[in-house]
């Protein structure tokens, strides 16, 4: 996340399709478990972790619907509070 928060790019960090532009998931294995981590690249001026979570299916690639229904919920989310951000920013000025 450090990396992306300097503006560099995970080598192993892929879209994730289906969310929104900018929506990445960098898959890590450690030992012998997977894991996936879910961002939001840039929303305004800060970056968002959308979910993170170990994989437990052993075959298949696709994420779980009731993890994609999640994501797809904390990145409206993250759009909305971001607004809010914004909106507050310009009150201030």
């Known amino acids: ?13 892929k879209p994730f399709r289906g969310i929104g532009s900018g929506v990445l998931e960098i898959a890590l294995r450690y030992a012998s478990d997977a894991y996936r981590v879910v961002a939001a690249v840039q929303i305004g001026k800060r970056i968002y972790v959308l979910h993170a979570f170990q994989k437990k299916s052993r075959k ?3 994420t779980p619907k009731h993890d994609v229904d999640l ?22 000025v």
């Open 60 to 62: 298949g690639v696709e």
């Open 1 to 13: 996340m450090q990396l992306i928060q300097f503006g560099g790019m995970p080598k192993d960090a």
């Open 71 to 92: 994501i797809r919920q904390r990145y409206r989310e993250a759009q909305e509070l971001e607004h809010e951000y914004e909106e507050a920013e310009n009150d201030r």
